[in-house]
């Protein structure tokens, strides 16, 4: 759950434009949060090199891939039934090969491959530089499988394939993997301990985006606040790190900074940052660089201290009231959204009330609510019976999906009257006449088009807005 998962997105078929050299076709859909989507794009380009080309046709594909996510229950029945349509056409294409990408495959090797045998290949998080050669292993009608999880492996340098983008926003990997052993959380278990990349790849990342005309990025992590290079290496090695290593350490406020001059007129996001590792010096580089968005997501995932540590969460209600309310006072504009998780074992309706007034103190701007889903394998799993009933769970949920409604509500109203700076991120979903962006506060606003194109910075005045969504119109370009 420490990941965003966008369920506009979920399933969605991959597209980049075609190389006259490659002779094969790859579908690959992916499932789950942002940095799978991610690693698909790092997929589809070592595959690029390998003569296939991405298709959006089920039936044109000679291998099909699903990235796939076990955070949540319905994520993994959701593959399932996609496996099943994937063998389904293999009936009438049967040179066509089924592999399975990601968390899900880490987790499922055996039953997917042995047991039920509706995949030929089985691929980890940190095997993708091996797919040329499991490739091979299929085309030779062999079962291929590596789920070997890294020390090592950032994917610093590879270059990945934008997929599916606007051309003006990309997300760009700084981390792998996370030690924070969330008893809920089965991450640290399919993508392995915590490693950084090297920040020199990452600048040129960046850099190289902005000459393709990219626009903003979003470093991305499980947990970006604990980014530490110092020389490569799991983070939970730095203590046996030399002292040239540590005085040269880079952490995530240095790499934010180095980010932020590297490409002053880029718009800079992160993603996702946790309670116990963010500290203030993030904040303070935010609030220096104008380029760096007023925007921090934030998971709590409870309001009780009671559940937080069963949850093993490493801070206290308290400790979180304290880094919001230090963040408010260095950025008063920033806005907060969260990762809320109701319903976890042995939660009371005290721990619930804990949950809504905890809400009810911050006032986030936006917020992504989930009932509690036991998944194999993770601590809670192993430890905690899934005693709360589905009909409470259900309760609390909408309960607390009300309360955010009601502050997303509050929230959005108070940018009404301004003139902000907008990055047109394409058109509106509603009318061909307007265009989208968002503000700095990742709240999304829509006006109408007139001559400005994608990828402009404009100053837009707020005139008026729905619960989540800023309506108004361009007076100009912003000094970007």
């Avoid at 009438?92 to 509706?118: D, F, T, Y």
């Avoid at 590297?262 to 996001?269: D, N």
């Avoid at 307007?434 to 837009?460: I, L």
């Amino acid at each position: 759950m420490e990941k965003i998962i966008d369920e506009t997105l979920q399933g969605t078929a991959v597209h980049v434009a075609k190389k006259e050299t490659n002779t094969r076709n790859l579908y690959i859909e992916s499932y789950g949060c942002q940095m799978n989507f991610s690693d698909s794009e790092i997929v589809a380009s070592i595959l690029a090199k390998e003569g296939f080309n991405t298709t959006q046709h089920l039936e044109e594909a000679d291998l099909v891939l699903v990235n796939t996510c076990s955070i949540r229950e319905k994520a993994e029945l959701t593959v399932r039934k996609r496996l099943e349509k994937f063998n389904a056409v293999k009936q009438n294409r049967p040179h066509m090969k089924v592999g399975v990408l990601g968390c899900m495959a880490e987790r499922l090797k055996s039953k997917l491959l042995e047991e039920e045998k509706i995949v030929d290949m089985v691929v980890g998080p940190d095997a993708y530089k091996d797919l040329p050669n499991l490739v091979q292993e299929i085309d030779e009608g062999k079962n291929a499988v590596n789920v070997i999880l890294s020390k090592e492996e950032s994917y610093g340098v590879v270059a990945p394939v934008r997929l599916n983008s606007n051309g003006v926003t990309a997300f760009v990997s700084i981390t792998r993997g996370c030690d924070n052993m969330c008893t809920f959380c089965v991450v640290p278990f399919t993508r392995g301990r915590e490693r950084s990349r090297d920040p020199q790849s990452i600048i040129e990342e960046v850099n190289d985006l902005w000459t393709k005309g990219y626009r903003e990025i979003t470093l991305l992590g499980q947990n970006v606040d604990s980014y530490l290079w110092y020389g490569g290496g799991l983070k939970k090695d730095y203590t046996k790190a030399s002292d040239m290593q540590k005085a040269t350490a880079v952490n995530f406020a240095n790499l934010l900074e180095q980010v932020a001059l590297a490409q002053p007129k880029m718009r800079i996001r992160f993603s996702t940052s946790n309670p116990q590792d963010m500290t203030l010096d993030v904040i303070h580089t935010m609030a220096k660089y104008t380029n760096i968005c007023n925007y921090v997501h934030l998971p709590v995932q409870s309001g009780s201290n009671r559940i937080l540590k069963e949850m093993n969460r490493l801070h206290t209600r308290e400790e979180y009231f304290e880094l919001i309310d230090n963040i408010k006072r260095i950025i008063p504009d920033i806005a907060i959204s969260q990762d809320m998780i109701t319903g976890f074992p042995t939660e009371t309706e005290e721990d619930h009330q804990d949950t809504l007034s905890l809400m009810t103190y911050v006032k986030y701007d936006y917020g992504f609510m989930f009932a509690y889903s036991e998944r194999p394998g993770t601590m809670a799993a192993r430890k905690l019976e899934d005693d709360v009933p589905q009909e409470t769970k259900k309760r609390r949920l909408s309960e607390i999906i009300a309360l955010q409604r009601q502050h997303c509500q509050e929230k959005t109203e108070q940018h009404l009257g301004q003139v902000q700076e907008v990055l047109i991120e394409g058109l509106s979903k509603k009318s061909d006449a307007h265009f989208m962006g968002r503000n700095s506060q990742n709240t999304v606003a829509v006006f109408p088009k007139e001559d400005y194109k994608v990828g402009d910075f404009v100053m837009v005045r707020m005139n008026s807005c729905t619960s989540a969504t800023l309506i108004g119109e361009a007076v100009g370009y912003s000094e970007n």
